[in-house]
């Protein structure tokens, strides 16, 4: 059974820091490229950062470009999120999904059950 | 700012069909890229329900379809069931300079 659990969350001050992890179980984790999705407070999804198999290839939404930095450790099975410089707007619960490739698209085929970042003074 | 739009909400009564349309542009959904269609239920994880455009993963409902055309798609809901009344996502990708993965802006479909 494919399962994802988020863990880091937290509160914290605008501009403060803090790694999220991802730990993943029931497959074949360095085959799979993964991602971060977040959800601010009674809002939308929003792709946040990708991450191919091997780890040598990374992928940022503009918003979070130069302050979030997305890795993984296959032999631990496990992806991480950077998140400096936080603000205000980066409050949300932030996701793990494990990507599924087809011929014209990726979608999320599995999701963790989020952890909440709070970015309060 | 999402750049694929949802209404944002539908409703129905049991038994009845609903659909949420998914409106993008020429650098995603009229792009060729393929449509996937997420349910979400108030303090859950989203659940991936139709992808690429028309397919069920298994597990899924037949009630649940999906559907693409020129710059949008659908997700439709026939036999509405309480069960259903949910958040709806539709989700692509994007490739203009700014895009990649985008979601809609999201759906509530309640059950009447």
């Known amino acids: 059974e494919v399962q994802l659990v988020e863990s880091g969350g937290g509160l914290v001050q605008p501009g403060g820091s803090l790694r999220l992890s991802c730990a993943a179980s029931?497959?074949?984790?360095?085959?799979?490229?993964m991602s971060w999705v977040r959800q601010s407070p009674g809002k939308g999804l929003e792709w946040v950062s990708a991450i191919n198999g091997g780890g040598d290839t990374t992928y940022y939404a503009d918003s979070v470009k130069g302050r979030f930095t997305i890795s993984r450790d296959n032999s631990k099975n496990t992806m991480y999120l950077e998140v400096n410089s936080l603000r205000v707007d980066d409050a949300a619960v932030y996701y793990c999904?494990?990507?599924?490739?087809?011929?014209?698209?990726?979608?999320?085929?599995?999701w963790g059950q989020g952890t909440l970042v709070t970015v309060s003074s | 700012q999402s750049v694929l739009t949802q209404p944002p909400s539908v409703s129905g009564a049991p038994g009845q069909r609903v659909t949420i349309s998914c409106t993008g542009s020429s650098s995603n959904i009229g792009a060729g890229f393929e449509v996937h269609w997420y349910q979400q239920f108030p303090g859950t994880a989203p659940k991936l329900l139709i992808y690429s455009n028309s397919n069920r993963p298994s597990g899924v409902p037949d009630r649940f379809s999906g559907s693409k055309s020129g710059t949008s798609a659908s997700l439709a809901i026939t036999g509405l069931q309480a069960e259903d009344e949910a958040d709806y996502y539709c989700q692509s990708y994007d490739n203009s300079l700014s895009g990649f993965h985008v979601f809609g802006t999201g759906t509530k479909v309640a059950v009447l």
């Open positions: 029931g497959f074949t984790f360095s085959n799979r490229a």
């Open positions: 999904a494990r990507e599924f490739h087809s011929n014209k698209g990726v979608s999320f085929d599995y």
